[in-house]
């Protein structure tokens, strides 16, 4: 029955563990779907390369596939992490531009549980009525839009409609403060700057709301899911009948037990925002690792092969510790699981 | 006794349910009193309506698909039927409190036992001292005039407020912290017999056994101090040996708190035991309600009387068993007049005629001054039966 | 023919078409939106199958093709939406409408294609995991394998794996085709699993295997019968997902190119969205982009209300815990065990029985 700090940590080291094959097999499979599933990359990778890059990377390329992989492989783990053609290193793009994805991807998040989740009580509630009918047509709709669509029509209307900024982080290119964290509302805290912590949330409203948007069909459906499990059960009566006000029942004592199973889908969750980054970022003009993903991939016609590796497996193990973060929570909420 | 205001007067109350395929009746004009400080017994077959007519109540059904067709149910001069939803959680609680039959489903799986006793103790300290509104202000003594009571009773009895301190003392229990609950939490713990109640307060319902949880669950109720308690079948998923000892300790506790219950069961013993008036239900009708011991002596009815006729009473081999011929009917299909003239020994042609008639008041055997009724045509001739 | 103990083939099936449409008029009955996205996909089938067999019925102009050259005089350039063009003319004179009738297969195929195809492969990859996964056993390391393979898979966000599928194969239908099936099939690998661990220690199987059946047949009747609950959910919901991940992977260049002999929506908002003044010809963007808003919310719609239907089922499958595969703790607590049911449950119950 230990469910003291100590424990959690075993528990959360045992888990940790069973990610690591994992995190082997995110770089063994990304290896294999750029070095060996590729089909003539050398032009595709280097559209307006000149003869002698080519011809280096025909080189590269036609290495003994464990040459190549131990190339890769080290490559990786010294931090080499290669540069883009015009020579841009990758790693230390990548170390700045992960923090604002991750202020994306939070905000995202915190609007989806804020918003999503009691949606999903209000549809469990109304459950067959017009209640239940109107989130319906709220969440599916936002899964059915391509996110390209939802950012455009954001950017493009709403937010002029909204006065609300629609591209980068802050208003202006330079800002006067140092950028510790790259995370910009973090960082206008961190200086004390209120003017910019404000400009920084209203640039990120926008972006994170479309995202939310999108992807808060898997929560809202959960939660409502679980809770209309939850709702018949005698501890949901017993509440209402020690006296507790409607509210309380509902999102103290039935939510509590229902958000355990909607925890799990939170690693579904995150890999839909991190896929959601890529364009959202492009279209909003987020300096995240979803716009560096978006051009490294080929988006606008400047492929990066090195760039290309890096955020796949960044994105990778971004989906890894969220999953891990999900079951970890899973394991806290509910007082049934063992942590030892 | 009889002279004061009953604690609960349910009159002619019917329930609906509606199904995807349409409507059926789950309780139909099902009328009964409790007295103050009586112990009322419910009894039926599986799928009779007693559930429903418990939760029916405090109106804990779900209203879309349960609707409350006609009927009043006044407690303590409140028609409840009448209250609008969001005024309920205010006569629950302090009003009416419930325990329920499954003791896994009915602790709250995620929090410890401390924090569910405190939230009940919690509610009656708001409720009594005004900083939320009840439809009861103040505490509703139980009456404790049959005897003198016994210390571990004594918590029931602690004014909450000295007189004439109520500011002050409502500006301290809104700041009551946790360790401030423990001693009342702990009484409770010991009033329901849980020795060592320190032990459990941190633990999570998953971890303790049915009758304690049961336990716990009377002791939540109980912490309220409600002028009604319903106690829909709490011993009916429990072990036999545990149910023997909830049941003994729900004894002891009635004769300690002199409550009013209203206890639903389908065991008859259980119900003789506890209960001092009986109803009896068929396919969501009463069809029987007098003292307990009347109705066990001389039962008027002949559903009762194949009843009490089939319970095994020694361990002697009457064979073959006596049972009733039949089965309980669909409640979608009901049949025309009286509901059990299909399996009825003393039907007749007026039984599947006309509808069964109200509640008659029959003679009384013993007694006791509670009119003993029966819904049935024939109600004299029961006694003549085998 | 009929054999006193076995009906016949013939009778059987139509017994199984007659409980499966009743199931099917349950799903519709229950929820009205349900029955607009039914009434939404018959309407995109029989489109389909209208334009793949006789297109000229509904299509009036070939793909991407220049209608200007019909007209006095001969140029019918960025038109707004009119009769003769209901979606408009872009500015190469092609006709949008023709050209989105005419990229409904091709989306549409290509949703059902890969939504098949990982049901066939993640089924029958979670079908092994989960039947044998016994430790220490051969089964048991098959299972091993197939699963910690699978959560590489998952552990990348599907469109940054199919991209990069694409950036490495190059672009066109089959690659992306290929790109978005190496994403999709694994998690179907983790829901038929899961439903197969469910199901085989339920009682009734535990009693059929002590009763001698042999394990072929009670993997066809029992896990099966259970199984393909969750996965008809999530096949339909997932022809939407699916439409949506190819168009945005055509958006972002790897796709079809647009104009084409064969056009495609993502790859005619690709095309579009880079066009002069686009905030004044919105036709271009805007009648793609819905017809992929109301292909998508179709199939979501439908399978949102089969799952409403068969919800526990597909709980159970979305529940595991992602590093170690173990199933949720004992699920007493949280469904209801109570020994007599209510009235309205058994009400229920019968009636649905009857019905």
């Given at each position: 029955m230990?469910?003291?700090l100590?424990?959690?940590l075993?528990?959360i080291g045992k888990?940790f563990?069973e ?5 082997l097999g995110?770089?063994?499979l990304?290896?294999?779907v750029?070095h060996?599933a ?13 003869p002698?890059?080519i011809?280096?990377?025909k ?18 783990l ?5 540069a883009?053609?015009l020579?841009v290193?990758v790693l230390?793009?990548i ?7 991750l202020?994306l991807v939070?905000a995202?998040?915190?609007?989806m549980?804020?918003i ?12 067959g ?17 391509p ?10 209307f709403l937010g002029?409609?909204?006065?609300l ?8 290119t ?5 950028q ?14 209120f003017?910019y912590?404000i ?14 948007f ?9 939660t409502r899911?679980?809770?209309l499990e939850?709702?018949p059960?005698?501890?949901?009566k ?8 409607n509210?309380?029942v509902l ?7 229902a958000?355990?199973?909607t925890v799990?889908v939170?690693g ?14 492009e279209?909003?003009a ?5 716009a560096?993903?978006?051009?490294s991939?080929?988006g ?9 590796i890096a955020?796949t497996?960044?994105?990778?193990i971004g989906v890894?510790?969220a999953n891990l973060?999900s079951?970890?929570?899973?394991g806290v909420?509910d007082?049934r699981?063992?942590?030892? | 006794?009889?002279?004061t ?11 609906e349910?509606?199904v ?7 309780v ?9 400080g009586?112990?009322?017994g419910?009894?039926g077959?599986?799928?009779c309506?007693?559930s429903?007519l418990?939760?029916a109540i405090?109106?804990?059904l779900?209203?879309?698909p349960a609707h ?9 001069g409140?028609d409840?039927?009448?209250?609008p939803?969001?005024?309920?959680p ?6 009416i ?9 009915s602790?709250?799986?995620?929090f410890?036992?401390f ?5 009940s103790?919690?509610?009656r300290?708001w ?5 939320l509104?009840?439809f009861?202000p103040g ?5 404790y005039?049959?005897?003198?009571m016994p ?6 009895t602690h004014?909450?407020i000295?007189?004439g301190?109520?500011?002050?003392v ?10 401030d609950?423990?001693k ?9 017999r849980i020795?060592d ?7 999570f319902?998953?971890e303790?056994s ?7 669950m009377i ?5 309220q101090k ?10 009916s998923?429990l072990?036999?040996?545990i149910q023997a ?16 219950i209203?206890y639903?069961s ?5 119900v003789a035991?506890?209960a ?8 969501g009708?009463l ?10 002596e001389?039962?008027r ?11 095994p ?5 009457d064979?073959p068993?006596?049972t009733?011929p039949g089965?309980v009917?669909?409640?979608s299909?009901?049949?025309?007049g009286c509901?059990?003239h299909?399996?009825?020994?003393l039907?007749?042609?007026?039984c599947?005629?006309?509808p ?5 008041v029959?003679?009384?055997?013993t007694?006791?001054?509670?009119p ?5 045509h024939y ?8 | 023919?009929a ?5 016949s083939?013939v009778?059987?099936?139509l017994q ?5 449409s ?5 799903v ?6 349900s ?5 939404l ?7 389909t199958?209208?334009v ?15 209608t ?7 140029t019918?350039l960025?038109w707004p ?13 092609r ?25 066939l492969i993640?089924?029958f990859l979670?079908l ?12 048991g ?18 469109l940054i ?6 950036a490495?194969i ?5 690659a992306?085709?290929l790109?978005i ?6 998690f179907?690998?983790r829901?038929v699993r899961?439903?197969v661990?469910a ?14 059946v042999?394990?072929?047949?009670i ?6 019968r259970?199984?393909?609950d969750p ?5 339909t919901l997932d022809?939407?997902?699916v ?6 992977i055509?958006f972002?260049?790897?796709g079809?190119?647009?104009?084409g002999?064969?056009p ?10 880079g ?5 004044q010809?919105?036709?271009y963007i805007t009648?793609?982009a819905?017809?992929i ?8 719609l439908l ?5 409403d ?6 709980r159970r ?18 469904q209801?065990a109570t ?7 058994e009400?229920v119950?019968?009636?649905?029985m009857?019905?």
């Amino acid at each position: 029955m230990g469910r003291n700090l100590e424990d959690l940590l075993i528990f959360i080291g045992k888990r940790f563990l069973e990610l690591l094959p994992v995190l082997l097999g995110v770089i063994v499979l990304t290896f294999l779907v750029t070095h060996v599933a590729a089909i003539n990359p050398c032009p595709r990778w280097y559209p307006k390369g000149s003869p002698a890059v080519i011809a280096h990377c025909k080189a590269q390329f036609a290495l003994p596939l464990y040459t190549q992989f131990w190339n890769y492989f080290s490559q990786l783990l010294s931090g080499n992490w290669g540069a883009s053609q015009l020579g841009v290193p990758v790693l230390p793009v990548i170390s700045s531009a992960v923090p604002a994805t991750l202020e994306l991807v939070l905000a995202s998040m915190l609007l989806m549980v804020v918003i999503g989740i009691p949606l999903g009580v209000i549809a469990a509630q109304y459950s067959g009525r017009w209640g239940d009918h109107l989130v319906r047509i709220l969440y599916l709709s936002g899964w059915s839009v391509p996110t390209y669509v939802g950012a455009v029509i954001a950017a493009v209307f709403l937010g002029p409609y909204l006065g609300l900024p629609t591209s980068h982080e802050y208003s202006t290119t330079s800002v006067p403060f140092p950028q510790y964290t790259h995370m910009s509302v973090l960082d206008a805290i961190i200086a004390g700057n209120f003017p910019y912590t404000i400009d920084a949330i209203n640039h990120l409203i926008l972006p994170a709301s479309v995202l939310a948007f999108i992807n808060m069909g898997i929560a809202t459906r959960m939660t409502r899911a679980t809770m209309l499990e939850v709702l018949p059960l005698d501890y949901v009566k017993a509440a209402r009948m020690k006296g507790l006000s409607n509210f309380i029942v509902l999102y103290k004592h039935a939510l509590r037990n229902a958000l355990i199973a909607t925890v799990t889908v939170l690693g579904l969750t995150a890999g839909g925002l991190l896929s959601g980054t890529v364009v959202i970022e492009e279209v909003f003009a987020w300096p995240g690792i979803g716009a560096y993903a978006f051009a490294s991939l080929g988006g606008g016609g400047q492929p990066n092969f090195d760039g290309a590796i890096a955020v796949t497996i960044v994105f990778a193990i971004g989906v890894v510790i969220a999953n891990l973060i999900s079951d970890v929570l899973y394991g806290v909420l509910d007082p049934r699981v063992e942590w030892r | 006794m009889i002279g004061t205001r009953p604690v609960l007067s349910v009159e002619n109350l019917s329930v609906e349910y509606e199904v995807g395929a349409g409507r059926f009746q789950a309780v139909s004009d099902v009328s009964l009193v409790i007295p103050r400080g009586r112990v009322v017994g419910i009894v039926g077959e599986t799928g009779c309506g007693k559930s429903t007519l418990a939760q029916a109540i405090p109106r804990l059904l779900p209203e879309p698909p349960a609707h409350i067709r006609s009927g009043k149910v006044i407690f303590q001069g409140t028609d409840l039927v009448k209250v609008p939803r969001s005024k309920l959680p205010l006569v629950r609680g302090t009003g009416i409190g419930m325990i329920f039959q499954e003791p896994l489903n009915s602790l709250n799986p995620a929090f410890r036992v401390f924090d569910q006793i405190a939230e009940s103790v919690q509610m009656r300290h708001w409720r009594e001292t005004g900083v939320l509104p009840s439809f009861h202000p103040g505490p509703t003594p139980f009456d404790y005039s049959r005897r003198p009571m016994p210390e571990t009773a004594d918590v029931l009895t602690h004014p909450i407020i000295p007189p004439g301190a109520k500011d002050e003392v409502t500006r301290r229990v809104s700041t009551m912290t946790r360790a401030d609950y423990r001693k009342e939490v702990l009484d409770y713990l010991r009033l329901v017999r849980i020795n060592d109640p320190e032990t459990i307060l941190n633990l999570f319902p998953h971890e303790l056994s049915g009758g304690m949880r049961q336990r716990i669950m009377i002791a939540m109720a109980l912490s309220q101090k409600p002028a009604l308690l319903i106690a829909d079948e709490p011993t009916s998923a429990l072990d036999v040996t545990i149910q023997a000892q909830v049941l003994t300790l729900m004894k002891e506790l009635i004769d300690e708190v002199h409550a009013s219950i209203l206890y639903i069961s389908h065991d008859l013993g259980v119900v003789a035991e506890t209960a001092d008036d009986l109803g009896v239900m068929y396919a969501g009708r009463l069809v029987e309600f007098g003292p307990v011991a009347e109705i066990f002596e001389s039962p008027r009815h002949p559903y009762t009387k194949s009843l009490l006729r089939s319970i095994p009473t020694r361990y002697k081999s009457d064979w073959p068993m006596p049972t009733i011929p039949g089965s309980v009917p669909n409640l979608s299909q009901l049949p025309r007049g009286c509901r059990f003239h299909p399996r009825c020994s003393l039907a007749k042609p007026i039984c599947s005629r006309e509808p069964p008639p109200p509640l008659r008041v029959m003679a009384p055997v013993t007694g006791d001054e509670t009119p003993h009724k029966s819904a049935c045509h024939y109600a004299e001739e029961v006694a003549n039966l085998p | 023919m009929a054999s006193p103990q076995r009906p016949s083939v013939v009778r059987r099936f139509l017994q199984l078409a007659w409980r499966n449409s009743v199931a099917l008029t349950r799903v519709l009955r229950a929820n009205p939106l349900s029955f607009v996205g039914f009434v939404l996909v018959a309407i995109t089938l029989i489109l389909t199958v209208i334009v793949v067999v006789h297109p000229s019925l509904v299509v009036p102009y070939g793909a991407s093709q220049n209608t200007g050259v019909y007209q006095e005089p001969p140029t019918i350039l960025h038109w707004p939406p009119s009769i003769a063009h209901p979606f408009g003319t872009d500015q190469g004179g092609r006709d949008i409408y023709s050209d989105v009738m005419l990229a409904l297969p091709l989306d549409l195929g290509i949703g059902i294609g890969i939504a098949g195809t990982s049901v066939l492969i993640g089924g029958f990859l979670g079908l092994v995991a989960g039947f044998w996964d016994k430790p220490g056993t051969a089964g048991g390391a098959t299972s091993t394998v197939i699963m910690r393979t699978t959560d590489v898979f998952l552990a990348f966000p599907s469109l940054i794996l199919a991209l990069a599928i694409v950036a490495s194969i190059g672009r066109g239908v089959w690659a992306a085709f290929l790109a978005i099936q190496t994403t999709w099939w694994p998690f179907y690998v983790r829901l038929v699993r899961g439903e197969v661990l469910a199901v085989k220690h339920l009682p009734y199987v535990t009693a059929a295997r002590a009763a001698g059946v042999g394990e072929g047949r009670i993997l066809t009747r029992h896990v099966l019968r259970n199984v393909m609950d969750p996965i008809i959910v999530y096949f339909t919901l997932d022809i939407g997902t699916v439409l949506v991940t190819f168009s945005t992977i055509s958006f972002v260049g790897a796709g079809i190119p647009f104009p084409g002999p064969v056009p495609e929506w993502g790859s005619m908002m690709s095309f579009y969205q880079g066009a002069y003044l686009l905030s004044q010809y919105w036709w271009y963007i805007t009648f793609p982009a819905l017809a992929i808003f109301m292909t998508a919310l179709a199939y979501s719609l439908l399978g949102d209300g089969l799952r409403d239907v068969l919800d526990p089922r597909t709980r159970r499958a979305l529940t595991q815990s992602v590093t170690t595969h173990e199933p949720p703790p004992e699920e007493p607590p949280l469904q209801a065990a109570t020994t007599e049911t209510s009235e309205e449950e058994e009400a229920v119950e019968e009636t649905e029985m009857r019905s």
